[in-house]
Each structure stands twice: as C-alpha cells, then as structure tokens.
C-alpha cells in the first residue's frame, strides 16, 4: 500500500523464504550465550532507548498515518511510555538477574545447607506478535521484557499499521544487534511461517479468534505462549455513583485512540432509574471534550481501516437501541463519531460483538444483582472491569466478578500505568507483562540445589537397603505435626495451650517477643510511677 507521506517507507512484506533463515539465526545467536550477558542486555536496551528518541518524528509520523494518532496520544501512550519502560528495566536489571536465595518457608531447615536457590534464566528465542492498535507500545514494550530476560527475538508487526511496521523495521535492524533480533513484516501468509518455527515462547497480543490459530501451532511443539486477548468488557454505574464523573471518565475509555482499547468498556450496565441523568451527563461531557464536535477535534484518531469500520458500523447498523449520543460515521475518513445506544437485550449486536472503537453499549439494570447475572452471561472471563457504585457496591463487583483487571470509579487506570502488571484472565489472556512481569515472562525460573559432599552421611538415610527406623526418625525430624483434626477444626492439645500462655496470645514468636517486652515495659513503668508516689 502507497504510504501518503513520502517521508514515510512503503510497506513491503519479507520474503516467505527469508523467513526459515531469520528464525534460525535467532536461534543460533542464543546459543552463543552473548544475551545471557547481563551487561550486553543493558547496551542493547540503551540502543533501544537511543532509537526510539531519534526515531521520534517518523514514528509520530507513522502513527498519525496509520490510525491519525494525535501526537500528545503517541508521545504519551507509545514513544514516551517505551522509553520509561527501557529505563525501568535498564534500572532494575541488575536486581531482577540475580540468583534469588530460596529459604523458610519454601526450604526447610533440616535442608538449609543444600544452598537451594532461583536462577533467572532466558528462556531463549521469541517471537512476538502485535495488534494495530498500539503499533509500537503493544509490540517494542514484549521486546523490551525479552531484552531484559536475554532473549532473542523476532517481531511481527501488524500488517493493518503499515507505515509503523516499516519504521520499527528499519529502527530495530539498524540499532541493536543485528544477529540477535529481526523484524518479519507480513500478513497470514508470513505469520503462518513463523509460526511453522520452533521457539521457546511465543507472545501474541490481538484478537481471541487469532489467538486460538497461534496457541493451537504452539501446541505441536508444546511452546509456552503468552496471549494478551480482547474481551467483552463491562462497567457498572449503581444509583450511588457520581453520574457526572463517570460519565466522563467512561466517554474518555472510548475517545482514547478512539476506543480501540482492548480493555475499553464494551456496555455499561446501569441502573434504571439513573440513565436519563447519566446520559445528559454524558452529553455534557461530549461537549467539553468536543466543542466544534468530534469530527473537527484534532486530537480523535480514526479507524484503522475500511474493514473494522464496516465491522463498526455493523454492529451500529444491526442494533435495535436507540442512540442516546452520536452516531454519525464517514467512511471517507474513517471516522466514526463516539456512540452511545440504549440497548434493551443482551442478544443485541452492541453487547454481542466487542466493540473496540468509540461505541458502547447503555443496559439499563434493575439491581446490581442483575447487573452481575448479565455480565456473567455476556463474558465471565473480560479482560477488564469497571464499577462506579458505593464502597461497598465496588467491592460487591469486584468479589463477584472477575476481569484481567479492574478498575474502580474510572475507566482503565489499571492499565496505563507502564510498570504495572497487565494482562487477562481465562480467555482474555494468559499470563501477564509490563514492569517486573516483562522479565518474568521471558524467563525460566530455574531452582538449583548444591548438596555438599560432608552432607553425604546424613543423606544415608536415602539409599538402600531401607531402613523403616531412619524413615521415622526422619520423619519425626521434617513432617509438620497437623493442628487441625478431620473436620477440620483446630485441636487444641497441650502445646495450643503452652504457645497461647507462653506466646500471650500472639501467632508468631516475634509477635509474642513484642508482647512480652510490652507487658514488661507496662510493669516496669507502674512499678516506678508506684515508687515515685
Ligand atoms: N489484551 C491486549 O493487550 C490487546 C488485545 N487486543 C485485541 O486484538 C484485536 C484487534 O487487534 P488486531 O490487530 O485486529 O488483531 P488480530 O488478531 O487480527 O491480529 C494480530 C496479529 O495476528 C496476525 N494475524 C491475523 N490473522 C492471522 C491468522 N489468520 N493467522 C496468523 N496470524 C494472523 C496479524 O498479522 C497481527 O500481527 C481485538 O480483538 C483486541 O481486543 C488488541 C490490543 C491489545
Ligand atoms: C502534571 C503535574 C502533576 C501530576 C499530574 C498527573 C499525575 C497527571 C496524570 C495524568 C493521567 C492519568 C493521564 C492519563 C494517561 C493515560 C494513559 C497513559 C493511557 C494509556 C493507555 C494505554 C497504555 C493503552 C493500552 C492499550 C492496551 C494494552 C490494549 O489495547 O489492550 C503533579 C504531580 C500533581 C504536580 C503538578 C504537575
């Protein structure tokens, strides 16, 4: 496709054949053992910070070519939230290599001098896949995580944000290590070819139906996966919540890159009696935001392309509510303008399909009861949740209803902070990254044990012959005592007693030092203020 900027590449897919030779060499380069080097991680996430700097205005270009990003969008959400991300691991790293000391409780006592310990190993060569909704931060903020473990990696970028995968091509080959990561840019075709690659984890951020075709191929080879998903996401706004805040809040989660945010809220499941008031709320709310109207805002992306406008407008075309704020589209432009529809089934296409895009669906509730049965019905594992009730209705939700995440009296805060763990939860996605996750998903936590050769006699025990008398001496030694009897209830023998006298009461031995040393303090001084009378 002809880029409209002629600042900008044009899009060009690799050669199906090329792609056997890439997914080798990254193969080949881990086994060198050079990404295992704590300090060869941290030069390359340097570059990588370097690149994406000197990049900016053609990523900034990019963005607003492919989806009309505004800037403060693309500096906030992709550029300047990689380079936080690069500092955060650059900063860390040293901590999260190391080898961790494992000890009590995981390590009994008896077993202290077998120096069991973690150690953080690289799992080896990824592949990650993006979406095109956040061309840059859904793709480079994996690879950041996979630098920091020691991973190779290979990236595919959506084909749907062209502009965007030819500049993270030319940015990634031409600034870190050449032999250790590579972009594939590509569609089916391309992607089915990494696929038919053997790596030791493949990340996939998109949508559930793909996600499926990769952990399906991933399984032929059991290769872990990590896949961030989409969902049908709920927000709940109860009687008791500030309608005027949440309005406002709500409308922002789906003017952001213009909703397509896989944790946006889909519908909101609202008390009957306060939808006109949250609707006018919601008008007002358009209007602050929207002065000259959306269509004239600078700062509201567009639709990605033709295909998920269509698929947008369908499911505005298909619904049987009735519009309560906006409504118009424009092809021409790609432009759908922020929506919401009183929807009174849950069959319709405005709670049926998930969104992503500025629409979203009102349903009108009679108790949080029923709100919590619909969104169970709707989708019981969303990647995201959103309540605006009283203290104690949030925590209702939050009890009853699982998400990926979840936030309270806002729209997705949870997820817009860059060091925060994220992901979903059952079929909006396994496992999780962002931060201290990012490492963790790349890597093997590898538990060593070093017996010691002096260890050997007391380790007898193990080896035949048998002895039944060492088995019980042994047992006697390492095999907790139960305190609890069959139903479950706890037995309160002797030793309960001795603890409770002797422990004042406390549940651990430093709880019980601190109330001994209180009560002797607590004598002490009316012992002196006794004597000073
Ligand atoms: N949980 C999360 O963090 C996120 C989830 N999403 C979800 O992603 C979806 C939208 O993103 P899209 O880019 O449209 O997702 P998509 O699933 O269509 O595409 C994602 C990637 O898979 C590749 N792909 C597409 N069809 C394929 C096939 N048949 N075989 C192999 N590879 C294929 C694409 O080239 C692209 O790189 C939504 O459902 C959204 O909810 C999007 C962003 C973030
Ligand atoms: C400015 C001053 C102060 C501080 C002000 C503060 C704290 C401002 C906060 C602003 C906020 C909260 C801005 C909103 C940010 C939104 C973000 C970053 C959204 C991110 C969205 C993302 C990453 C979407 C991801 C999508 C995904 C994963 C998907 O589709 O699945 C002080 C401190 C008060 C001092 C005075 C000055």
């Known amino acids: 496709m002809a880029t409209k900027d002629a600042t900008l590449p044009q899009f060009e897919a690799t050669a199906l054949d090329l792609i056997p030779k890439v997914a080798s060499a990254a193969r080949g380069t881990f086994r060198t053992h050079k990404t295992k080097k704590v300090q060869w991680r941290i030069v390359q996430l340097r570059k990588l910070y370097w690149a994406i700097e000197d990049f900016r205005p053609r990523l900034i270009a990019a963005l607003m070519h492919d989806l009309h990003k505004s800037v ?22 040293n901590d999260f290599t190391k080898d961790e ?130 969902g049908k996401n709920p927000a709940f706004v109860t ?48 209007k602050d935001m929207f002065p000259d109207g959306a269509k004239a805002s600078p700062d509201l992306g567009r639709i990605v392309n033709a295909r998920h406008f269509h698929r947008i407008k369908k499911m505005l075309d298909d619904t049987k509510g009735k519009i309560v704020m906006g409504g118009e589209v ?11 529809v009183l929807v009174n089934s849950t069959d319709d296409s405005m709670i049926k399909e998930e969104s992503f895009g500025p629409i979203f669906a009102l349903y009108p509730v009679n108790s949080l009861d029923e709100a919590l049965n619909v969104a169970a019905s709707v989708h019981r594992t969303p990647l995201s949740l959103y309540t605006f009730g009283s203290k104690s209705e949030n925590e209702r939700v939050l009890n009853e209803m699982t998400s990926g995440g979840a936030t309270l009296n806002d729209s997705f805060f949870h997820g817009s902070v860059n060091t925060v763990p994220f992901g979903g939860v059952g079929d909006s996605g396994w496992g999780s990254y962002r931060g201290k996750a990012s490492f963790d998903c790349f890597t093997h936590f590898r538990t060593i044990a070093e017996t ?35 139903s479950g209830s706890i037995v309160r023998g002797f030793s309960y007693w001795v603890k409770l006298i002797f422990g004042l009461g406390a549940s651990s031995a430093k709880g019980a030092l601190f109330r001994w040393l209180l009560l002797l303090a607590v004598n002490y001084v009316l012992k002196a203020s006794l004597a000073a009378r």
């Open 239 to 286: 009687k008791n919540a500030n309608l005027a805040l949440a309005a406002r809040r709500l409308l922002w989660g789906k003017t952001h890159n213009s909703g397509q945010v896989c944790m946006s809220q889909n519908y909101v499941l609202i008390d009957k009696q306060v939808v006109p008031a949250f609707t006018k709320f919601l008008k007002v709310a358009y």
């Open 452 to 486: 010691p050769s002096w260890a050997d006699k007391i380790l007898r025990v193990r080896y035949m012959p048998y002895d039944m008398s060492k088995m019980r001496l042994l047992a006697r030694l390492t095999a907790p005592k139960p305190n609890f009897d069959r």
């Open 330 to 340: 424009d092809e021409a432009e790609l432009y759908i303008e922020p929506t919401a």
């Open 72 to 93: 403060f969008e693309a500096v906030l959400t992709e550029i300047d939230w990689l380079l936080k991300d690069c500092m955060f691991m650059i900063k860390h790293l």
């Open 101 to 230: 000391k494992l000890g009590s409780p995981a390590v009994p006592i008896t077993y202290s001098m077998m120096n069991f310990r973690t150690r953080k190993e690289p799992l080896g060569a990824v592949l990650i896949i993006g979406p095109y909704n956040y061309p840059l931060q859904l793709l480079l903020a994996p690879l950041i995580g996979a630098i920091g473990a020691g991973c190779t990696a290979v990236l595919k970028p959506s084909e749907l944000t062209t502009a965007c995968a030819m500049v993270v091509k030319e940015m990634v080959e031409t600034r870190l290590d050449r032999s250790a990561f590579a972009v594939v840019n590509g569609a089916i075709p391309e992607t089915n070819a990494l696929l038919a690659e053997k790596w030791d984890k493949i990340f996939f951020t998109g949508s559930d139906v793909v996600g499926k075709i990769v952990a399906k191929k991933a399984a032929e080879t059991l290769t872990p996966v990590c896949l961030e998903l989409g």
